[in-house]
């Protein structure tokens, strides 16, 4: 009940094309759900998060659409850049404030010009 | 303003023996994270700490590791003796703790330990 599973593994995308990373959860304790990207030799830095009260947040290119009834969430990267290759985390976390994030198991993304 | 601070980047070491892992958090943070991440894997919480106690370790194999956070601020995690199995890169993260905006952990670069 504590997995957050991720997929695809890995993802291969043209410039310009939309990249779509997928999640599902089954404890329906969680509250908070971010996206974390994670560059190599580097630790995940948060994209962006949403709580189960609404059901798509945007920020520029990025969106996150959840839905709550099938525990499912996703990240939508409209308008992908070579520069947005990196790993992508979901994760889940009981407490809005401070308790552990569940991390999925990540999505390698490439993007090529 | 500075991110979280962790040292070495890297360490390399034969196997049973001991290892210690520093981390400052961002300034103002009570809350602080370690995280494991195996190669290929997402990061699972070690230990949590809000201020200076621990008030999550369920997840830290307590035979062979240990941590502190003196005066709730800096953070050691420490293996004695490592084993194979520990070579992964550990994640320190903090976040402002119970009364913040959100949950957002703030993450070091991480140590990667090679265990031989």
């Known amino acids: 009940q504590q997995q957050v599973k991720q997929s695809p593994q890995s993802l291969i995308v043209q410039k310009g094309g939309i990249s779509i990373i997928n999640c599902a959860y089954e404890?329906?304790?969680?509250?908070?759900f971010p996206w974390y990207q994670q560059f190599p030799g580097k630790g995940p830095a948060l994209l962006i998060a949403?709580?189960?009260?609404?059901s798509e947040k945007k920020e520029g290119r990025f969106t996150i659409s959840f839905n709550k009834s099938a525990k499912q969430f996703s990240l939508h990267i409209m308008d992908s850049q070579p520069g947005d290759s990196a790993t992508y985390f979901c994760?889940?976390?009981?407490?809005?404030?401070?308790?552990?994030?569940?991390f999925g198991t990540g999505t390698r993304l490439q993007v090529f010009p | 303003e500075a991110g979280v601070v962790q040292s070495p980047r890297y360490k390399i070491i034969e196997k049973k023996q001991p290892v210690a892992f520093w981390c400052n958090p961002i300034s103002g943070h009570n809350t602080l994270y370690w995280y494991r991440q195996n190669l290929g894997q997402g990061p699972e919480l070690l230990i949590r700490y809000e201020n200076e106690e621990a008030v999550d370790d369920s997840q830290l194999p307590k035979d062979r590791f240990s941590a502190e956070r003196l005066k709730g601020v800096d953070s050691t995690l420490k293996i004695q003796p490592a084993e194979l199995g520990d070579s992964a890169v550990y994640l320190c993260?903090?976040?402002?703790?119970?009364?913040?905006?959100?949950?957002?952990?703030?993450f070091g670069p991480g140590t990667r330990l090679t265990v031989l």
């Open positions: 993260a903090s976040s402002p703790g119970a009364g913040g905006v959100s949950n957002e952990q703030f």
């Open positions: 404890n329906t304790a969680f509250d908070y």
């Open positions: 949403i709580r189960p009260d609404v």
């Open positions: 994760a889940a976390s009981k407490t809005y404030n401070t308790d552990k994030l569940i």
